[in-house]
């Protein structure tokens, strides 16, 4: 009998350390690192966005640029940010290759099936450029009808959209003209390549402001919300970036942001 309890404490000993040796391990799993290097929260952004992201001079400036500044102070990480196209930032954020994509990115249903977005931080609208004296006076003279040429950055929301069909609201993708940049976009408006910009309106501000002779048509073409794309693999991430978000639009962090880049008239 003595024989027996001593057994059953010894199994019970033997178990005891193999439980608390799974939890200690099961713990070490929920330490591990928030983001995909540790202390380093990686942003992928396409620097030819004015206000929200470009390069001046060697540094990074914008809207966006700021405000991933300050998440990352709240999350005790470090920002850096690599400047790639705008079209390989969703990919490069599903395969975890950056851990945020924050790039005036509009959220849209397609992409939320390839990643997750957090609250939205600001509201924009797509909208059209034309040169001044154009024909083009309103947005109800744009057609698909092969007339006139849009000139759009690629894979933007204003390149989806404009290459849609005419039941969808574009104008067919044989009357659009991708660029790289918004910028690359203006040049060939300003070279009657193409008749009409598509483009959100805080970048198409600063381009008619640095471009002379180009203008806005009034109206949005398309409202949209802007929001940042992060991996369905790091909920993690999203909820602490939503966090941070909120403090920092509660205590008026963000609107000083946009205020400093976007003066009220
Ligand atoms: N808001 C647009 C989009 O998400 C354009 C963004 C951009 O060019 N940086 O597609």
């Not at 959209?161 to 104008?171: H, L, V």
């Given at each position: 009998m003595k024989n027996i309890k001593k057994i059953l404490a010894a199994v019970l000993a033997v178990a005891i350390v193999a439980v608390t040796f799974v939890a200690c391990s099961g713990s070490?799993?929920?330490?591990?690192?928030?983001?995909?290097?540790?202390?380093?929260?990686?942003?992928?952004?396409?620097?030819?966005?004015?206000?929200?992201?470009?390069?001046?001079?060697?540094?990074?400036?914008?809207?966006?640029?700021?405000?991933?500044?300050?998440?990352?102070?709240?999350?005790?990480?470090?920002?850096?940010?690599?400047?790639?196209?705008?079209?390989s930032i969703i990919g490069g954020v599903q395969t975890g290759k950056f851990d945020m994509g924050m790039a005036g990115m509009t959220v849209t249903d397609e992409r939320k099936q390839s990643v997750n977005f957090t609250n939205t931080y600001a509201k924009a609208k797509q909208v059209v450029i034309v040169k001044e004296g154009s024909a083009i006076k309103s947005l109800d003279d744009l057609k698909g009808d092969g007339s006139m040429k849009y000139g759009v950055q690629q894979d933007t929301t204003g390149d989806i959209?404009?290459?849609?069909?005419?039941?969808?609201?574009?104008?067919g993708e044989e009357n659009v003209i991708r660029y790289k940049t918004?910028?690359?976009?203006?040049?060939?408006?300003?070279?009657?390549?193409?008749?009409?910009?598509?483009?959100?309106?805080?970048?198409?501000?600063?381009?008619?402001?640095?471009?002379?002779?180009?203008?806005?048509?009034?109206?949005?073409?398309?409202?949209?919300?802007?929001?940042?794309?992060?991996?369905?693999?790091?909920?993690?991430?999203?909820?602490?970036?939503?966090?941070?978000?909120?403090?920092?639009?509660?205590?008026?962090?963000?609107?000083?942001?946009?205020?400093?880049?976007?003066?009220?008239?």
């Open positions: 070490k799993e929920e330490t591990k690192s928030l983001t995909a290097n540790e202390g380093v929260l990686v942003m992928a952004t396409n620097a030819t966005f004015p206000p929200y992201e470009y390069k001046d001079g060697d540094d990074f400036a914008g809207i966006d640029v700021e405000i991933a500044g300050k998440i990352a102070e709240k999350l005790g990480l470090k920002l850096e940010i690599q400047d790639v196209e705008f079209g959209y404009a290459s849609d069909t005419a039941e969808n609201g574009g104008y918004g910028a690359e976009a203006i040049e060939a408006l300003k070279a009657d390549k193409v008749q009409a910009v598509i483009i959100d309106n805080e970048p198409a501000k600063s381009f008619v402001e640095a471009n002379e002779g180009l203008t806005i048509l009034d109206g949005a073409w398309v409202e949209e919300e802007y929001a940042i794309a992060i991996s369905k693999d790091n909920e993690e991430l999203l909820n602490k970036i939503n966090t941070a978000l909120e403090e920092l639009t509660a205590d008026g962090t963000i609107q000083q942001i946009i205020d400093k880049y976007i003066p009220a008239k």
